[in-house]
């Protein structure tokens, strides 16, 4: 109800600054311990990837890109939450304005490119962080880093996170980072998940706890790709897949306004498309790795369809922007128990 309220003057704003004031009045209700009062934590646990779940309803990496809201984020009843993008280095990501509603599709462009103040000040904000629950770290490359050296930037953070983590994402789909996506085939692909298997393995032995590694891919592949991901994936034995990022294609958005920015289109456009990737990962992986299902859930039923493709967890980011926080908890609610 309140969020209801509080939308149509969000959306008076530009996506961008909506965004930040939104995560500003939820930290200071996080503060006054107002929070907790209004959303329910639904208790459904779920066990994946070796970690103990409270429910499988996560937040997806991007809206929190340095951690500075875990708390807060957490007050809202979520299973599990995702940070990050982060990149070895601060970088100020691509010029603005980058962040676009489509309001008619509830969708969102984005070309925000990691934006975000570099991994060292994202530890330190974990360490700060009251949060004991489950915390994911999603890592990437920066954009002024060849792609033909991205791993160093993959390694370094891997580094870095691991103890503070309990999984770490791989990005290598973000459409709005020049080059990235071509990590997702081909020896790249390959090369990339052996010397972060080996370096996993080696943090593992150094802390006494085994993280799990998990990649993130963009749902515009195509049947051969998703056979060779797959194949790559139980070779080298990563832990998880998260299913998908955002779209480059406009299938469903042609003539609204904003439809042509560049960069990757979320929400209820890509849905669809994203479904159909995760049903496929599902068919090739028979169970053997866990896929977490992200991309266009609006509502309960949807995430019960992302579960009903394969899915053990889910995650939310454009649906909350629409729907707002009840959104989990109508989420949790609607998943059969794993």
Same mark, same amino acid.
């Given at each position: %109800?309140?969020?209801s309220?509080?939308?149509?003057?969000?959306?008076?704003?530009?996506?961008? @600054?909506?965004?930040?004031?939104?995560? $500003? %009045?939820?930290?200071?209700?996080d /503060?006054?311990?107002?929070?907790? $009062?209004?959303?329910s934590?639904?208790?459904?646990?779920?066990?994946?990837?070796?970690? !103990?779940?409270?429910?499988a309803?996560?937040?997806?990496?991007?809206?929190?890109?340095?951690? =500075?809201?875990? !708390?807060?984020?957490?007050?809202?009843?979520?299973g599990?939450?995702?940070?990050?993008?982060?990149?070895? @280095?601060?970088?100020?990501?691509?010029?603005? +304005? &980058?962040?676009? @509603?489509?309001?008619?599709?509830?969708?969102?462009?984005?070309?925000?490119?990691?934006?975000?103040?570099?991994?060292?000040?994202?530890?330190?904000?974990?360490?700060?962080? *009251?949060?004991?629950?489950?915390?994911?770290?999603?890592?990437g490359?920066?954009?002024d880093?060849?792609? #033909?050296?991205?791993?160093?930037?993959?390694?370094?953070?891997? #580094?870095?996170?691991?103890?503070?983590?309990?999984?770490?994402?791989?990005?290598?789909?973000?459409?709005?980072?020049?080059?990235?996506? &071509?990590?997702?085939?081909?020896?790249?692909?390959? =090369?990339?998940?052996?010397?972060? *298997?080996?370096?996993q393995? *080696?943090?593992?032995?150094?802390y006494? /706890?085994?993280?799990?590694?998990?990649?993130?891919?963009?749902?515009?592949?195509?049947?051969?790709?998703?056979?060779?991901?797959?194949?790559?994936?139980l070779?080298?034995?990563?832990?998880?897949?998260?299913?998908?990022?955002?779209?480059?294609?406009r299938?469903?958005?042609?003539?609204?306004?904003?439809a042509?920015?560049?960069?990757?289109? $979320?929400?209820?456009p890509?849905?669809?498309?994203?479904? /159909?990737?995760?049903?496929?990962?599902? *068919?090739?992986?028979?169970?053997?790795? +866990?896929?977490?299902?992200?991309?266009?859930?609006?509502?309960?039923?949807?995430? @019960?369809?992302?579960?009903?493709?394969?899915?053990?967890?889910?995650?939310?980011? $454009?649906?909350?922007?629409?729907?707002?926080?009840?959104?989990?908890?109508?989420?949790?609610k609607?998943? !059969?128990?794993?």
């Open positions: %109800m309140a969020y309220v509080l939308r149509p003057l969000l959306f008076q704003f530009d996506a961008e @600054r909506a965004h930040h004031l939104t995560l $500003s %009045m939820l930290k200071m209700s /503060f006054l311990g107002l929070t907790e $009062s209004i959303y934590h639904e208790y459904k646990p779920v066990k994946c990837m070796g970690i !103990d779940f409270p429910n309803v996560g937040l997806a990496a991007g809206l929190d890109k340095n951690g =500075d809201y875990i !708390d807060a984020l957490a007050a809202l009843g979520f599990f939450i995702e940070i990050g993008t982060v990149t070895p @280095r601060p970088q100020a990501g691509n010029e603005k +304005p &980058r962040l676009f @509603r489509l309001p008619e599709v509830n969708g969102i462009i984005n070309r925000m490119g990691f934006n975000n103040d570099g991994v060292d000040k994202l530890v330190e904000n974990v360490k700060k962080a *009251k949060y004991k629950g489950v915390l994911g770290i999603n890592i490359k920066n954009a880093t060849p792609v #033909e050296k991205a791993t160093d930037d993959y390694l370094i953070c891997l #580094e870095k996170v691991y103890a503070y983590a309990s999984y770490v994402v791989v990005n290598i789909s973000s459409p709005n980072t020049q080059g990235l996506r &071509r990590l997702q085939s081909g020896g790249a692909l390959k =090369d990339l998940l052996s010397t972060l *298997k080996e370096k393995q *080696k943090l593992a032995a150094q006494g /706890f085994y993280v799990p590694l998990v990649l993130k891919v963009a749902p515009d592949l195509e049947q051969m790709d998703i056979e060779y991901i797959a194949e790559q994936l070779h080298h034995q990563i832990d998880g897949l998260i299913v998908t990022n955002t779209t480059v294609s299938e469903g958005v042609e003539g609204l306004k904003h042509e920015e560049k960069g990757g289109l $979320s929400g209820g890509v849905f669809n498309k994203s479904a /159909f990737c995760l049903a496929e990962f599902h *068919k090739q992986l028979q169970g053997k790795i +866990p896929l977490i299902g992200v991309g266009g859930i609006l509502n309960g039923e949807q995430a @019960r369809l992302k579960q009903a493709s394969g899915a053990t967890l889910v995650q939310l980011y $454009s649906g909350l922007v629409y729907q707002g926080p009840q959104l989990i908890a109508e989420c949790v609607a998943l !059969d128990p794993v």
